[in-house]
């Protein structure tokens, strides 16, 4: 059987026709070396954004159920465009969905995790010779109810996706072509790291590295999926991220923002009530915890990533209604 490739595409890498346009060469040059090819796209650009903000214009109170309806109609445009081009190009390609793509979740909406994913359609189409493109970040619930797998999880589906058919790697292709010593946007002199583990990785991501979706790397260490990311726009060598029998060597450096929220007042430890009510907002508002202590005075709570103003404002609202 010919060795299938899956190849994931980032927002920027899909961002315009032009855009597009690389990308079909890049997949086409694999295609006519004999391989069967599998993309998994994000939405164009800015787009989940821009549809989370007319959506949050709209309603204050937005259904998860139709946020996440909402949010998927993203990477249905990016794949369906990239189809409609390739097959412009002379290319027999077909773009699928998460539900056509087999890709069923939990029914955790905005963060749900993949169960388990069917490839008998992704097999049929490969072995009918098309290249077959399937929608980043979404799937389906056992309701067949839309679900998206949270932000940037793209790089979830496509290496879920190699996983369940067994390829030999996932290719994540973005702007960024790989990580770095340090963020080479903000410290000078930094350079590309070529290895890294899929521990060294997790590390990176959960400390806020951007480069991959931090549920992806779990699942290629759990399958054993090298994960290669690269550049769209340059041949140059990215950053393999794979198991590493040993080695001990310095990687990378990260600052990370985080979020530090306190509450204050005496006698706080004895306010279960409050304390109750924190915490369930913490729960309905998905926010990831770092850290939680309660003094007699104050709580004060660390989140893993900045909180918007937004959310202060709910829970001063929650607290002093
Ligand atoms: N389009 C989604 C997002 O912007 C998923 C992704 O890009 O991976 O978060
Ligand atoms: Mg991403």
Known sequence: ??????????????????????????????????????????????????????????????????????????????????????????????????WQAGIFTNNNNQNANIIRIDTSRILKE?????????????????????????????????????????????????????????????????KKVSNLSYKEMQELSSEGAKVLHNRCVEIGEKFKIPIITKSTFNEEKGTLISDVIEENTVKSIIKKEVSRVSIIGNGIIRNFDLIKLIIDFIKTSKLELLNFEISDTKISIVFKNVIEDKKIQELHKLIFK
């Open 1 to 98: 059987m010919n060795e299938i490739m899956v190849l994931k595409f980032g927002g920027s890498s899909v961002s315009d026709n032009e855009k597009l346009q690389l990308v079909a060469k890049r997949i086409t040059k694999i295609y006519d070396k004999g391989k069967k090819v599998v993309v998994v796209l994000s939405a164009q650009g800015k787009t989940t954004d821009r549809l989370i903000k007319e959506a949050n214009e709209l309603s204050g109170n937005i259904s998860d159920r139709e946020l996440d309806a909402l949010l998927s109609c993203g990477e249905q445009m990016s794949t369906a465009k990239l189809s409609i081009l390739l097959n412009y190009l002379g290319y027999p390609a077909i773009s699928l969905t998460g």
């Open 126 to 190: 490969l072995d009918s010779g098309k290249i077959v493109i399937v929608t980043g970040f979404q799937g389906v619930d056992e309701n067949l109810d839309i679900t998206t797998l949270g932000r940037g999880g793209s790089d979830t589906t496509a290496v879920a996706i190699a996983a369940a058919l067994h390829a030999s790697n996932c290719y994540i292709f973005s702007d960024v072509d790989g990580v770095y010593t340090a963020d080479p946007k903000i410290i000078k002199d930094t």
